[in-house]
């Protein structure tokens, strides 16, 4: 019974935030997902009604998101062909190159400010350098599948403060990320853009209408007297984290022979799971594509399995942020949400019309959303400056994803700097950090300038 509490009540919050995104027009102008206020009025019932709330109720949410994130990453390759290497580079190479610089570039601001003022000033722990990226970049699922990281470096307000600063990045990216469509739309960048009042009355609610043409929400290659088509997919992506499982395990065993200066580090202990489910997920669909197996596995059917573990990841993890920890460091938040901020800005108006020969807003748009908050936030902003898809960003942005997120943005740097930072120190992965943005930059001079 405890089982059926706890996922009835997140499922009962997750209804009510659409209810309250459909009924509010102020929440449907911010874009925010149900499951962010939802997540949120979850919160602010646990913090005013907690000790009358039944346990049961939230039984398993604080170890939600760790499981689920490892799901979504599983699914980031399974179902995709990947195109042939030499003509996608054509097509994203300055996108993949503004990404990274812009992804580095929090760590340069994250941990410039940290150790430079709130470090000396508030005495923080230099931890609190990596929430930038982790929490702007990476998003609520990053900060989830860190938890156990968290935990094991002895900084477990991490997973409360990486929460609220992945929801003060996908506010922010929504409200900042709209204020400048509208002012490329009024200095002629822009020519069409989408606005909320341009679609009609069921869309402004949120639900397609019953006359248009609704979208598939994935194809059944399995006939059900077999097995379920949605189990089958489901059971895939299982495959795909139990193999990174069956990684991490396999890293943590050749942990002893390795050289000791490296171990002190302890950077294999502290990589969380998702990274290593990201690989399995990798390493299965090339299996399939080897064996001819991957015909029988829908892209569309694993999106929704990665979409509908996202919204119950956010809902969970927002529900369960611990106020106590925030409100002891807000002041610190405020200035690195600022910070990551305005850096993301600079990138967006300064970089991005250098780094880009055609169509530079809207490229640097979609980056400047999941900069901000996750990658559908960049997909929301880029479907606003470009509703009719004329321009090449969506296809270049989608197609960076491939490279971008295996390393940034909850890939394998964005676990290994927490571990780096702790043993090592803030400097050195801030001069890491430096060093990065000018190999990038030197590969778009070289490569892609002309």
């Known amino acids: 019974m405890i089982i059926v509490q706890s996922f009835c009540t997140l499922c009962a919050l997750l209804l009510v935030g659409k209810f309250l995104r459909s009924s509010l027009p102020v929440l449907r102008k911010l874009y925010l997902p149900s499951a962010?206020?939802?997540?949120?009025?979850?919160?602010?019932?646990?913090?005013?009604?907690?000790?009358?709330?039944?346990?049961?109720?939230?039984?398993?949410?604080?170890?939600?998101?760790g499981f689920l994130i490892s799901i979504v990453f599983a699914s980031l390759f399974l179902g995709v062909k990947l195109p042939p290497?030499?003509?996608?580079?054509?097509?994203?190479g300055s996108q993949l190159c503004y990404g990274q610089i812009c992804a580095w570039g929090q760590y340069v601001v994250g941990l410039g400010l940290t150790l430079l003022l709130l470090v000396p000033f508030f005495g923080v722990s230099p931890l609190f350098g990596n929430l930038i990226e982790i929490g702007f970049e990476g998003g609520h699922g990053t900060v989830g599948g860190l938890t156990e990281t968290f935990d094991?470096?002895?900084?477990?307000?991490?997973k409360d403060l990486g929460f609220t600063m992945a929801t003060l990045g996908m506010v922010l990216g929504i409200m900042v990320g709209m204020i400048l469509i509208n002012w490329a739309l009024r200095k002629g960048i822009l020519k069409n853009i989408r606005r909320l009042e341009d679609a009609d009355s069921l869309e402004q609610l949120g639900f397609y209408?019953?006359?248009?043409d609704r979208p598939d929400a994935g194809k059944q290659t399995v006939y059900s007297d077999s097995v379920d088509s949605l189990a089958f997919h489901i059971a895939v992506v299982g495959l795909g984290v139990l193999i990174g499982?069956?990684?991490?395990?396999?890293?943590?065993?050749?942990?002893?022979?390795?050289?000791?200066?490296?171990?002190?580090?302890y950077i294999l202990q502290g990589l969380p799971l998702f990274a290593f489910a990201m690989i399995g997920g990798l390493i299965l669909q090339r299996l399939l594509?080897?064996?001819?197996?991957?015909?029988f596995v829908d892209h569309g059917q694993i999106q929704r399995i990665a979409g509908a573990s996202l919204d119950f990841l956010v809902l969970s993890a927002v529900a369960t942020i611990q106020l106590g920890f925030v409100a002891a460091h807000w002041l610190p938040l405020l200035i690195l949400a600022a910070g990551g901020t305005l850096w993301n800005l600079f990138a967006l108006l300064y970089l991005a019309p250098r780094l880009f020969k055609v169509d530079w807003f809207e490229r640097a748009i979609a980056e400047f959303g999941q900069m901000m908050g996750v990658t559908a936030t960049g997909l929301l902003l880029l479907r606003t400056a470009d509703p009719e898809n004329k321009s090449c960003a969506q296809t270049a942005f989608g197609s960076k994803q491939l490279f971008h997120e295996p390393i940034m943005g909850g890939g394998l740097w964005t676990s290994m700097a927490l571990p780096l930072v702790m043993n090592l120190g803030g400097w050195p992965v801030f001069w890491i950090s430096v060093g990065a943005i000018v190999v990038w930059c030197v590969i778009w001079a070289l490569f892609l300038r002309s």
């Open 36 to 65: 962010v206020i939802g997540g949120c009025v979850g919160l602010a019932v646990l913090t005013c009604f907690g000790p009358r709330i039944p346990s049961a109720c939230t039984a398993g949410w604080k170890e939600l998101p």
């Open 85 to 92: 290497m030499r003509g996608l580079w054509k097509l994203t």
């Open 152 to 158: 094991y470096l002895g900084w477990k307000e991490g």
């Open 209 to 212: 209408s019953p006359d248009e």
């Open 245 to 265: 499982y069956g990684l991490k395990n396999l890293c943590l065993a050749c942990d002893p022979y390795l050289p000791e200066s490296i171990r002190k580090l």
């Open 289 to 295: 594509v080897l064996t001819r197996l991957d015909r």
